[in-house]
């Protein structure tokens, strides 16, 4: 019926000749005349060995279809949930890290709806006594501090997944289940409708991410959709204190897509009231190949899903000692890690933020410096040329074959001057992926940095004589000239020249 009603909406409402290239054209004229309001709910899912009611392993990709499954997560008659404590820990580490309260007591609740991914024909999860309430994320934006309240964050059960064929637009020709994920540990956060433009909502999934990531309770996937986003998105004038109609928007599996999508419901959204329409309250599903949205269903209203408390499973009550532990468990987060490096590192603001970004690169720079590399220079090298192979190998470096290791030995031989710069940089492209000792292979290789003056005196005396055009133009007054003479040096000796010798000596000489 989704699938008939996606169409339907489709047409409707024009959608279909509106695509995101469109929006993009507009946006701004749009938001000039309409203030959008915009609140995520994100679902992440957690870590754990098993499901949140049943023994059954959390972990169900790649495993065939339904067979990863038991009579509690079938939902079979008379089979009883008991719960996964480290589950509710997790739960609580993500609303501590978040800054929430956390209350005393709690509750499961069951979630009544029919789709033929939910066995059970409901869902455990949780209503009106979450696990945590009342909490905030801050972030930056263009310069600009963002406070975005955090409503909740609960735990509930995944459920199982659907796969169709057919065109999303029309109706599927034919649709399976497989319940595999069915029961894993699910946390939503809620947020407050905080957010004003889709860079904001943007930034605020980055953070939220990075944050999950760091504390060990969620690996961050998108694509595979244990870190997912719905979006809620409204219009009202400026100045106006009230909230619009709500649209949700949903099938985003990436950052770019979250933002795509709602500069889409902007402009949408915008133009229908811009021609006296209204707004449906309405489920909308993000088609990233035609960039745009397009209806699904009728939104939903709490009172639809009939809420009342599990009855199978006791009330929680989280002691305050329980609660003071998991915070003492709570790692560094991000951004008090990025201001320690800043503050015993010397990094500057936008160093420390890339290297903090994945708690890897973290972890690598720390131990760079342990091993003697100095802070900035360590820096640089995991931001530039390791970054870049890691992008392109698509293999991070601690699991390559050079290693922590040998990224340390490799850039302590430049630090000595036994290398230069570009001959380090032909060795972190070589060893890279096939490992090996750098130190061996300039000594067997032959690799170390000329500079014996005598040789190089020798050797720039000759590039002069051989390149007195060049040598007339540094004369006279074109600087860039003098990087000609030094490239004939460097040439002369493979790339092996120590590049500051060289210069200073060439403007000695052609002081003279």
Known sequence: ?????????????????????????????????????????????????????CGCSADYIGSPPNSNTCPVCLGLPGMLPVMNRVAIEYTVRSALALNCEIPEHSKFDRKN??????????????????????????????????????????LEEDTGTLQHAGDILQQARSSVVDLNRAGVPLMEIVGEPD????????????????????????????????????????????GDTGLGVKVEVKNMNSFRAVQRALEFEIVRQGRLLDQGQTIAQETRGWVEAKGATIS?????????????PEPDLPPLHLSAEFVDR???????????????????????????????????????????????????????????????????????????????????SLIKLVEAGTINGSTAKELLEELYLAGGDPAAAVRERGLGQVSDQAELERL??????????????????????LQRLVGGVMKATRGRADAKVVTGLLRERLAS
């Open 1 to 53: 019926m989704a699938h008939a009603d996606a169409a339907a909406g489709a047409r409707g409402d024009g959608d279909a000749v509106m695509t995101a290239t469109s929006a993009v054209s507009t946006l701004d004229q749009v938001m000039q005349r309409w203030e959008p309001v915009i609140g995520l709910e994100v679902h992440g899912q957690l870590l754990t060995q098993s499901k949140m009611f």
């Open 113 to 154: 709806y029919f789709y033929p991914d939910l066995p059970k024909g409901y869902q455990i999860s949780q209503w009106d006594m979450p696990l945590s309430l009342n909490g905030h994320l801050t972030f930056t934006v263009d310069g600009e501090e963002v406070r975005c309240g955090i409503t909740r964050v609960h």
């Open 195 to 238: 957010l004003r433009t889709p860079a904001q909502a943007r930034e605020y999934l980055v953070r939220l991410r990075q944050i999950l990531v760091y504390i060990g309770v969620n690996d961050g996937n998108l694509e595979q959709g244990s870190f997912r986003c719905d979006a809620n998105i409204s219009l009202r004038k400026y």
């Open 296 to 308: 699904q269903r009728s939104k939903e209203y709490a009172h639809d899903y009939r809420y009342f």
């Open 326 to 408: 998991v915070r003492a468990a709570l790692p560094e987060l991000p951004q008090q890690l990025a201001e320690r490096l800043q503050r015993e590192h010397g990094l500057s603001a936008y160093d420390a933020a890339n290297l903090t970004a994945e708690r890897e690169d973290a972890r690598a720079f720390e131990a760079l410096v342990a091993a003697g590399v100095p802070a900035k220079v360590a820096a640089n090298w995991l931001m530039g040329e390791v970054a870049r192979l890691a992008r392109e190998t698509r293999i991070p470096l601690q699991g390559s074959g050079l290693g922590l290791e040998g990224l340390a």
């Open 460 to 481: 720039v005396d000759a590039v002069i004589a051989e390149n007195p055009a060049a040598v007339a133009d540094f004369q006279g007054g074109k600087e860039q000239a």
